[in-house]
T-cell receptor
Framework: DTGVSQDPRHKITKRGQNVTFRCDPISEHNRLYWYRQTLGQGPEFLTYFQNEAQLEKSRLLSDRFSAERPKGSFSTLEIQRTEQGDSAMYLC?????????????FGEGSWLTVV | GQNIDQPTEMTATEGAIVQINCTYQTSGFNGLFWYQQHAGEAPTFLSYNVLDGLEEKGRFSSFLSRSKGYSYLLLKELQMKDSASYLCAVVMNSGGYQKVTFGTGTKLQVIP
C-alpha cells in the first residue's frame, strides 16, 4: 500500500493523558498536512510541513498540541493533557513537491475519543 | 481570511442529476478541490480546478468561475453509493506555500 498511512486508527484515552499519532506520507511527497474533523464539519487545518520545516500552525492548535517531522518523512502529532473537546478524527494528508501536482491525498484518519 | 459556503444538505433521486454549489471569498486564490467523503472515512479526491470552465470526469463534472468566486460539482446518473458528503476546498497562496481550506461539506442523500 503506497497511500498515506496513519497509526493508530482509533484511540480511547482518559482526560488528562497524552496521546501521539503517527503519519507516514506517500513516498517522495514533501508536503504534509494535519487536519482535525468533527462530526458534520469539514476538515479544519491544524499545521503544514514542507520537508522538515513546519511552515504554518493554526491558531486552533493550542500549546497542548505539537507536531514534528524530524527527517522530512513521517510526522507525529502529540496532544498533551487531553480534554474531551479534543475528541475528533485527526487526518493527515500529503501532496507532491510544488510543481509536481497539487492534489492532496488523505490518510484514513486517527479517531480520538477522550473520556 | 477565507469564507467558503456550500449547502449543508441535499436530497436527490437515484438516476437523476444534482448540482452542489460552492462560493468562496479569498485572496491569493490558486485552485479549488472537490472531495467526496463517506461517513467515517477519509476524503477522497474528485477534482481540481484552476482555470475557469467545466472539467468532466465520467459521471462527475466540476465548474469554476474565478471572477465570481463560484464553483459547482455536477453528479449525473446518481447511484445510491453517491450518498456522501461533498467537500469544497480552496487553495490559497499563503506566505510562499499553498494553504488548503475546506468548507463544512454538503451531505447528499440519494433516495430510490
Amino acid at each position: 500500500d503506497t497511500g498515506v498511512s496513519q497509526d493508530p486508527r482509533h484511540k480511547i484515552t482518559k482526560r488528562g493523558q497524552n496521546v501521539t499519532f503517527r503519519c507516514d506520507p506517500i513516498s517522495e511527497h514533501n508536503r504534509l498536512y494535519w487536519y482535525r474533523q468533527t462530526l458534520g464539519q469539514g476538515p479544519e487545518f491544524l499545521t503544514y510541513f514542507q520537508n522538515e520545516a513546519q511552515l504554518e500552525k493554526s491558531r486552533l492548535l493550542s500549546d497542548r498540541f505539537s507536531a514534528e517531522r524530524p527527517k522530512g518523512s513521517f510526522s507525529t502529532l502529540e496532544i498533551q493533557r487531553t480534554e474531551q473537546g479534543d475528541s475528533a478524527m485527526y487526518l493527515c494528508a500529503s501532496s507532491p513537491r510544488p510543481g509536481s501536482g497539487n492534489t492532496i491525498y488523505f490518510g484514513e484518519g486517527s479517531w480520538l475519543t477522550v473520556v | 481570511g477565507q469564507n467558503i459556503d456550500q449547502p449543508t444538505e441535499m436530497t436527490a433521486t437515484e438516476g437523476a442529476i444534482v448540482q452542489i454549489n460552492c462560493t468562496y471569498q479569498t485572496s491569493g486564490f490558486n485552485g479549488l478541490f472537490w472531495y467526496q467523503q463517506h461517513a467515517g472515512e477519509a476524503p477522497t479526491f474528485l477534482s481540481y480546478n484552476v482555470l475557469d470552465g467545466l472539467e468532466e470526469k465520467g459521471r462527475f463534472s466540476s465548474f469554476l468561475s474565478r471572477s465570481k468566486g463560484y464553483s459547482y460539482l455536477l453528479l449525473k446518473e446518481l447511484q445510491m453509493k453517491d450518498s456522501a458528503s461533498y467537500l469544497c476546498a480552496v487553495v490559497m497562496n499563503s506566505g510562499g506555500y499553498q494553504k488548503v481550506t475546506f468548507g463544512t461539506g454538503t451531505k447528499l442523500q440519494v433516495i430510490p
